[in-house]
């Protein structure tokens, strides 16, 4: 069975610094998909940057970068410039590249941003 | 183009109860996952439906269950309410036909209280 470990429960930036949020994830298979998704206190889970596993290039989304590793299983997302609307709870997420496949979340990290 | 819609957004039952939740998603997607997310067990999957059936189950007793009509609409419906079926179920839909980006799209919930 797929599992996701986040291993931060709790991380806190200076606003303006930047801040790097692990994820670990193991699986036997060879295509999936990875995500990160903020939940912020209004709880609507968003996504915030998707990696494909055939893709070996890092995705990027403007402020929000990942550094994956897929021999190591290693997903870990890179913040920078923090912003005060960055403070959120931020899942990670693992998802079989089949239809009907489940997402499998990680314990998730709240993050919190110091003015 | 609207998102991933909920309701009711909040509802407090007693044991014994059962409850329906109504989920709404976006236009042009079929499939439907249902969520439920707890601080002591975190996000865990309950169900999938595509085109009416369903493909995918959670670890779940049978108190849990749902169902997709025509239009993509999906309810669940959770019977014999117990104190630890308190949550938030968040649904999430996917794929418009044709594009498959392996994301899932989340609406706001539905926070259930059993007293």
């Known amino acids: 069975a797929q599992t996701v470990t986040q291993s931060q429960p709790e991380m806190s930036v200076q606003e303006a610094e930047t801040v790097t949020l692990s994820c670990t994830y193991d699986t036997s298979e060879s295509d999936y998909y990875l995500f990160w998704y903020k939940q912020p206190p209004s709880r609507q889970m968003i996504l915030v940057i998707r990696q494909e596993a055939y893709k070996q290039q890092n995705a990027t989304e403007n402020r929000f970068s990942v550094n994956f590793q897929k021999a190591a299983k290693s997903f870990s997302l890179k913040i920078s410039d923090s912003q005060l609307g960055d403070a959120a709870m931020y899942f990670c997420?693992?998802?079989?590249?089949?239809?009907?496949?489940?997402?499998?979340f990680g314990t998730g990290t709240r993050l919190t941003i110091i003015p | 183009k609207a998102g991933v819609t909920q309701t009711p957004r909040y509802l407090i039952k007693t044991r014994g109860q059962q409850v329906t939740l109504s989920c709404s998603p976006i236009s042009g997607h079929r499939s439907v996952s249902w969520y439920q997310q707890t601080p002591g067990q975190g996000l865990q999957f309950l169900f999938e439906y595509f085109s009416e059936t369903q493909r995918n189950k959670g670890n779940f007793p049978g108190r849990f269950s749902g169902r997709q009509f025509s239009n993509s609409r999906s309810e669940m419906n959770v019977s014999t309410l117990e104190l630890g079926d308190s949550a938030l179920y968040l649904c999430a839909s996917s794929f418009l036909a044709g594009v498959n980006t392996g994301e899932l799209f989340f609406g706001e919930g539905s926070r259930l209280t059993v007293l």
């Open positions: 997420a693992y998802r079989r590249n089949f239809g009907n496949e489940k997402l499998t």
